[in-house]
């Protein structure tokens, strides 16, 4: 532990000597009445200073019975649930998605955790850190739960200033293709034709209707049902009170 604790020091030794450091790391320690471990402590402040990208380990090469920090974006968020313990008392769960550029993974808060997705901490495309998550085999495969040792870090880019998501605002989605529709055509205003053309899409939690326009309709031939894609700079979209997702010409189609 000590030895990850002084390559953490190395990361940010321009902006801090070694007894801040470790002045800092004790403070903290006290202020977090030790819940968290030294070297958490450590990679928190490296990680503050945004000096700790070689610390996170790639989604790609999470597996079970890891405990690990990862970072990415939130991609898809699901309702809380309720449950039942052994004990009779209720517990609370809730699940994201979180996609780097290797993968996603569905990653679990359980009960005070779960108020953490809310309007002023996380939401749909807030880039996050979490830090020694532990891993296990979910029912629809290998997910990274938030414990009583683990803490997430929010990104402050990416944190609402007091008002809502905007409903275009650029995201990430990644699935299975599960049929690709025939391409319609229809007038601009302008009299040039344009294209449209609705995939279907597996996610880790549903199906999802996609619709692509113009270039993008193109785009999408060169995959087939079955192929696993993901789509950046998607667009979400209000219809009546439901979402969609759109594709347009600065979205990347990539396997």
């Given at each position: ?13 321009d ?23 030294e ?7 490296v990680?503050e200073l ?15 019975g ?5 970072s ?6 699901s ?8 004990n009779?008392?209720t517990?609370?769960?809730?699940k994201?998605i979180?996609t780097?550029e290797?993968?996603s993974i569905?990653v679990?808060?359980?009960?005070e955790?779960?108020g953490?997705?809310?309007e ?9 850190t ?13 997910e ?9 870090n ?11 998501v905007?409903?275009?605002?650029k995201q990430?989605i ?8 025939p391409t319609?055509?229809f007038?601009k205003e302008?009299?040039?034709e344009?294209?449209i053309?609705?995939?279907l899409?597996?996610?880790?939690n549903?199906?999802?209707t ?9 785009n999408?031939?060169?995959y ?26 600065n979205?990347?189609?990539s396997k």
């Amino acid at each position: 532990m000590e030895a990850n604790i002084q390559k953490y020091h190395d990361s940010i030794k321009d902006l801090k000597t070694q007894k801040e450091f470790n002045e800092e790391i004790q403070q903290r320690k006290k202020q977090y009445d030790n819940l968290f471990t030294e070297e958490v402590i450590a990679y928190l402040i490296v990680d503050e200073l945004e000096r700790n990208k070689q610390s996170t380990t790639c989604i790609k090469d999470i597996h079970a019975g890891m405990e690990s920090t990862i970072s990415g974006g939130i991609t898809e968020i699901s309702e809380t649930k309720t449950f039942i313990r052994k004990n009779k008392s209720t517990g609370k769960l809730r699940k994201f998605i979180l996609t780097d550029e290797t993968g996603s993974i569905p990653v679990i808060l359980w009960n005070e955790d779960t108020g953490l997705i809310k309007e002023e901490l996380m939401h749909n495309g807030s880039m996050i850190t979490v830090i020694n998550g532990y891993s296990k085999k979910g029912y629809n495969g290998v997910e990274i739960n938030v414990g009583r040792w683990s803490k997430v870090n929010i990104s402050e880019c990416t944190r609402p200033k007091n008002k809502k998501v905007h409903p275009k605002e650029k995201q990430i989605i990644m699935g299975k293709i599960e049929s690709i529709q025939p391409t319609n055509i229809f007038f601009k205003e302008d009299g040039t034709e344009g294209f449209i053309a609705k995939i279907l899409l597996q996610t880790q939690n549903k199906i999802q209707t996609i619709v692509c326009w113009n270039e993008q309709v193109k785009n999408i031939q060169q995959y087939k049902k079955g192929d696993q894609i993901t789509i950046k700079n998607v667009s979400y979209r209000y219809s009546n009170g439901e979402q969609e997702i759109h594709v347009n010409g600065n979205a990347i189609i990539s396997k």
